[in-house]
């Protein structure tokens, strides 16, 4: 069935730093979510992206969708202590509005 | 709005015991998830209702697990007997209409540890 693979699993970076974390699908996805879930917390949405080369931004966060609509990334510019977690994109699972959710990508940032 | 509501949030048991996990999903939202999460297997789809009919219970890993919706406010998920590798955080989530594009809003989890 249709799944959605995250890279990479883990990411340390230096607060300041720069992060980014890749979403790929092997089918054509009508919409991809984001979710982020802060250790011992639960997934909270983000953002929802449509069309095909859709780039959205919320304050340091970009998002992306690629042009085929298989592959999604999100970056983070200068990252802060307040971006750890859990990073999750999710897509429809088969012809279906399930979403089906990548392993996620987990960051941690030092200070 | 209270949000998803589950219960309890934390939940030992001893392996053999039924476990029943309860969720109150968002007033007016009409499609309900429940969700598995471990270390091994990420975020997993276990069952999926809409307008509290099953819709997708192929994420249903055996027989020993159930799950119900008898009215739009309330669902439980039921293990029985429970085995060691159940333990894991079981989530609630629900979205508006379950047509697609919707965000999901989910709840606190339950943190289930078989012994």
């Known amino acids: 069935g249709q799944q959605v693979m995250q890279i990479p699993q883990y990411q340390h970076v230096q607060e300041g730093e720069d992060f980014t974390t890749y979403c790929n699908s092997s089918t054509t996805l009508s919409n991809i979510q984001w979710y982020k879930q802060r250790p011992g917390g639960h997934p909270v949405f983000l953002i929802q992206?449509?069309?095909?080369?859709e780039v959205k931004k919320q304050k340091r966060l970009t998002f992306q969708f690629g042009e085929a609509k298989k592959n999604s990334s999100l970056h983070i510019t200068a990252t802060q202590t307040t971006d750890v977690g859990t990073y999750f994109c999710a897509g429809p699972r088969g012809g279906s509005y399930i979403p089906t959710f990548g392993r996620g990508t987990s960051l941690i940032v030092h200070p | 709005d209270a949000g998803v509501i589950q219960s309890p949030r934390h939940e030992v048991t001893e392996m053999g015991q039924e476990v029943t996990l309860r969720c109150k999903p968002i007033?007016?939202?009409?499609?309900l998830f429940w969700y598995r999460q471990t270390m091994m297997r990420g975020l997993e789809l276990l069952i999926y209702?809409?307008?509290?009919?099953?819709?997708?219970d192929s994420g249903m890993p055996e027989d020993r697990f159930s799950a119900k919706m008898p009215n739009a406010s309330f669902s439980t998920l039921k293990i029985q007997p429970s085995e060691p590798r159940d333990s894991a955080v079981y989530f609630c989530?629900?979205?508006?209409?379950?047509?697609?594009?919707?965000?999901?809003?989910f709840g606190s989890g339950t943190q289930l540890s078989v012994l």
């Open positions: 007033s007016g939202h009409n499609s």
């Open positions: 989530a629900s979205s508006l209409t379950g047509q697609g594009g919707e965000k999901l809003f």
């Open positions: 209702f809409n307008n509290n009919v099953p819709i997708d």
């Open positions: 992206l449509v069309k095909s080369g």
